[in-house]
């Protein structure tokens, strides 16, 4: 069975400090993974990975993706109390003849002291 | 703007009661999904649609049911059926040929 498993499931830190989440996976048919994050509704998209190896960033925030050893990292540096919310990971797989699926994990919540 | 919209943001539900939950997009997206969150939990699947007239079934859709007659709207009905409603739903689109999902800004359904 496919499943994706997200660690810390929650984490607090201060003000400043950096963090990494993290997101395993065991998925057929792998073809992205996505972070998204969620602070009271709508979760909001912050990167899709498909090649190993590649960081992508924007501002304080990066990810990686690990495609031989099944997982990926999204790295906060320098980390404000806006950063606080749950952090989704989720992987897409494609399968022939099948209907694209998306696999959530439970979410990491992350919570900056100030 | 384009994007998703999710009303009403806050919904009670008296025991044996259909509730219905809107969601329009004005993106064009062919597919559009429902999903369950419960606290502490990540999103679980109710139903999608890939497409106008056509709907499948998710992880968990035991007690909700869906229409979608047009392409900007995919209503979910949480019937009397389902015993355990309390929980915040989101809906989502996605473009052709894309994984990434955009999200509306959900619905907390109650039980009164």
């Known amino acids: 069975e496919d499943k994706v498993v997200q660690s810390p499931l929650s984490l607090v830190v201060h003000e400043g400090d950096t963090v990494t989440l993290n997101c395993s996976y065991e998925?057929?048919?792998?073809?992205?993974l996505l972070w998204y994050k969620q602070e009271k509704k709508a979760p909001t998209f912050l990167f899709m990975l498909?090649?190993s190896g590649i960081e992508k960033k924007s501002g304080r925030l990066s990810s990686i993706l690990d495609k031989k050893e099944l997982f990926s990292i999204l790295n906060i540096t320098a980390t404000q109390t806006g950063d606080s919310a749950v952090y989704l990971c989720?992987?897409?797989?494609?399968?022939?003849?099948?209907?694209?699926?998306?696999?959530w994990g439970a979410g990491t919540k992350l919570i900056i002291k100030p | 703007d384009g994007g998703i919209t999710q009303s009403p943001k806050y919904l009670f539900r008296k025991e044996g009661q259909n509730v219905t939950l809107s969601c329009e997009q004005n993106l064009n997206h062919d597919a559009m999904y429902w999903y369950r969150q419960d606290p502490g939990q990540g999103l679980r699947l109710i139903y999608y649609s890939q497409i106008v007239n056509d709907f499948q079934k998710g992880d968990i859709a035991e007690g909700y049911s869906v229409s979608r007659e047009k392409k900007e709207s995919f209503p979910l009905t949480v019937t009397s059926a389902q015993k355990n409603p309390t929980a915040f739903y989101l809906c989502a689109s996605r473009p052709e040929l894309n994984e990434k999902l955009f999200f509306g800004s959900g619905t907390q359904l109650s039980v009164l």
């Open positions: 498909t090649s």
């Open positions: 989720a992987v897409a797989s494609f399968e022939v003849d099948s209907n694209y699926q998306l696999i």
């Open positions: 998925v057929t048919n792998f073809r992205s």
